[in-house]
């Protein structure tokens, strides 16, 4: 009777291990896709793809953190006019993972982005941790971009002679009195109807967005280079190499965005196609502007004279430009607004895949049966961005959002290299080159980058890891889709 016990108590014990370590098959990741009522609709274009990423790439981190990564903080050393190779670091390494992205995408187009990728190679467990840090990386970035577009948007309306009251544009807790940061959870909510209302249409108003802020980006080099000094660029790295790491580090943010073009696999027309061409080319347009104003803005003012709340228009007027200050604060507020509209998409669509392998509660899974959109997990992601937006002062949101990604960059480009070997003869229609010498590099990139964040970010990285495995005993792998098709439940759509 004992060592039946002692037997069963063994099973169990290496059973708990296999469920967690489970992976969920290419074919049921795509015939999962094809479900009636969890089916999104196919509407993007290449075009479209390449404005997402575009869109979601160039905004807070050229308009607003460029100039800390330039002068530093009480945290880290700043780069200086370094900040030029700080970006061509971050590009390399986001350029490695991007790579590996596109072969994932096009192996596996559905939504879900890396999760979706850790799930069909690492198991539930690390598809898990994955997803729960893409809510991190995306939720704290979309709180983040709200309230920096409230601040330009704010000095838009003060160049045209209107103020808005301080207690309708701060949260709660200052010394002056603030109540709410109303138009950042004003934009929340506009943005939430258009996601609502469809993907197709979110992508045609991002495009619009996009050649907006091109324009802008394109007119502060053509004005800035007319005025460059060649002597603010002595000396190019004041803080040395350490400086250029730091600064690297967090202008990385600059270039999430990247990633959430694959969040939308699902929903392209020819994705095994067209994602691996947005992938790669809204990465490789955006590094080569980022250079440009990254050249233009350290040459234009001594790095004494940056201000790190609005450096490239603060700029111009130091300059003498004080008209294209104007232009660049509404350049800024377009290109913060594209960035908040697919940050938004990437939050969403990771909420539902996680729920329609029953991981979150299935009714985020739910399609609009007019729109094709996951309308519930829209309202539900819309309502608490736009309450925390209202109510929370946002710290160092750069760095949470940073190390999520950085976590999801790095299982991507193991998860890569695991189904190239586990599945050699699946076809391809992108492959990555020098196989497993990217990913390797990728990896080692995105780990070195890692390390220079503050200690902070890490402790509070880890706790919200810890919390997210509690959740996932607790939940998530009694709930799992894989959990009851291998105990022999039957499912239903709307099986809780």
């Known amino acids: 009777m004992r060592s039946a016990a002692a037997s069963q108590q063994g099973t169990s014990g290496r059973s708990l291990v296999g469920r967690w370590f489970r992976t969920k098959s290419i074919e049921q990741i795509l015939a999962d896709a094809e479900q009636p009522a969890q089916r999104l609709k196919k509407t993007l274009t290449a075009w479209d793809l390449t404005c997402l990423g575009i869109g979601a790439i160039i905004g807070t981190g050229i308009f607003v953190l460029i100039g800390t990564a330039i002068v530093g903080d009480a945290h880290r050393p700043g780069a200086g006019p370094g900040i030029i190779l700080s970006f061509i670091l971050s590009g390399l390494t986001c350029a490695l993972a991007a790579l590996c992205y596109a072969e994932m995408s096009a192996v596996i187009p559905v939504a879900g982005s890396a999760y979706t990728f850790s799930y069909a190679t690492l198991g539930e467990l690390l598809a898990w941790l994955t997803g729960w840090n893409l809510i991190l990386e995306y939720g704290v970035a979309c709180v983040a971009v709200a309230i920096g577009w409230s601040g330009y948007f704010n000095n838009l309306l003060k160049l045209a002679g209107l103020e808005l009251p301080y207690w309708a544009t701060h949260p709660p807790g200052g010394s002056e009195g603030g109540i709410a940061n109303i138009p950042a959870a004003v934009i929340v909510l506009l943005v939430t109807i258009i996601l609502v209302v469809g993907v197709k249409e979110s992508a045609r108003v991002t495009g619009i967005v996009v050649v907006i802020k091109l324009a802008v980006i394109a007119f502060f080099i053509g004005i800035g280079s007319t005025s460059v000094d060649p002597a603010n660029w002595t000396p190019f790295m004041p803080q040395g190499l350490g400086g250029v790491g730091a600064a690297a580090a967090i202008v990385f943010f600059a270039y999430i965005g990247f990633d959430a073009v694959s969040t939308a696999a699902e929903e392209a027309k020819n994705p095994k196609r067209d994602v691996p061409f947005g992938i790669i080319g809204s990465l490789v347009v955006c590094t080569i502007l980022y250079i440009a104003v990254a050249a233009v803005l350290t ?78 997990a829209t309202i539900l992601t819309g309502l608490a961005v736009a309450f925390l937006s209202a109510l929370i002062p946002i710290g160092e949101a750069a760095d949470m959002t940073n190390i999520g990604t950085f976590f999801a960059f790095v299982l991507v480009c193991i998860g890569v290299i695991v189904l190239r070997y586990t599945k050699p003869d699946h076809p391809r229609p992108f492959r990555l080159p020098f196989m497993p010498i990217v990913p390797i590099l990728a990896m080692l990139a995105c780990l070195g980058l890692m390390w220079q964040l503050p200690a902070l970010t890490w402790m509070r990285f880890g706790i919200w890891t810890i919390v997210g495995i509690a959740v996932y005993l607790g939940y998530g792998m009694k709930k799992s889709r894989l959990e009851n098709l291998q105990a022999g439940h039957p499912l239903t759509t709307n099986s809780k």
């Open 299 to 376: 040459g234009l003012v001594p790095v004494s004279q940056i201000d790190i709340h609005a450096p490239v228009a603060e700029a111009l007027r130091v300059a003498g430009f004080k008209w294209g200050a104007a232009v660049i604060a509404v350049g800024a507020v377009a290109g913060i607004t594209s960035v908040l509209v697919v940050m938004m998409l990437g939050q969403i669509r990771v909420f539902f895949a996680m729920s329609r392998d029953r991981l979150l509660g299935t009714s985020l899974s739910t399609v609009h049966p007019r729109f094709g959109t996951p309308h519930r």
